[in-house]
């Protein structure tokens, strides 16, 4: 157990909806990370925050937006789905001693039909 | 721009053996870190061994070690002692430690560990 949460486990949802995925990092964790997963286009980085503030953005789709609460859990809110996005979504976080080494939660697997 | 390549798609080993998985990488940052994480059938991805790339020795974690070799930029993983429980993907990783959030995975090598 890395300690990382993201909920839900599963998502099944239709073409055109949009879904909200959570991740609460672990204990002190400041930088929160999210990446895709798919089979066709592997681990993907999507966004990172700090502290609440985006601090840098990978290959996040403008359908695709992010934030991070106070408390410092943070959502990945996903629209107008497409078949395409059905994938595993992880999110990660660092602490700030060694950020380089991220910590993954258990992943959100997202189907779209 | 970096780049990872693994370029064994699945790999077999004898329980008990050792493995090596391979890894190179291609990037213009002078400081940058290498990692690799297992992901289970289950689906998480468990961070296993780090190195940084002014790191002087290899880089070892219990039955994990990283044979670095910079000139030829590489970061294999040895798994020594090959368990059951070792059968799964493995991922080669790369971060700038300028930008750590810029990390780049590559497509992953399947490990089957046999009885």
């Known amino acids: 157990d890395s300690g990382v949460t993201q909920t839900p486990k599963h998502l099944i949802t239709a073409t055109g909806q949009r879904v909200t995925l959570r991740c609460s990092p672990r204990?002190?964790?400041?930088?929160v990370y999210w990446y895709q997963q798919s089979l066709d286009q592997g681990l993907q980085f999507l966004i990172q925050?700090?502290?609440?503030?985006?601090?840098a953005k990978g290959n996040i789709l403008e359908r695709f937006s992010a934030q991070q609460f106070p408390d410092l859990h943070s959502e990945l809110n996903l629209s107008s789905l497409e078949l395409g996005d059905s994938a595993l979504y992880f999110c990660?976080?660092?602490?700030?001693?060694?950020?380089?080494?991220?910590?993954f939660g258990p992943g959100t697997r997202l189907t779209v039909t | 721009a970096q780049k990872i390549t693994q370029t064994q798609p699945g790999m077999f080993v004898q329980e008990k053996e050792a493995v090596t998985l391979d890894c190179t990488y291609d990037t213009s940052d002078p400081s940058y870190g290498l990692f690799w994480y297992k992901q289970p059938s289950s689906g998480e991805m468990i961070f296993l061994i780090y190195q940084g790339s002014y790191d002087q020795q290899n880089a070892t974690e219990g039955r994990y070690s990283l044979n670095f070799q910079k000139a030829r930029k590489s970061a294999n993983l040895v798994i020594s002692a090959s368990q059951l429980g070792d059968s799964a993907m493995y991922f080669c990783a790369m971060s700038s430690l300028y930008n750590n959030n810029d990390m780049r995975f590559g497509a992953g090598t399947r490990l089957t560990v046999k009885p």
């Open positions: 204990s002190g964790d400041l930088s």
């Open positions: 990660a976080s660092s602490p700030e001693y060694r950020p380089y080494e991220q910590y």
């Open positions: 925050y700090y502290n609440g503030e985006e601090r």
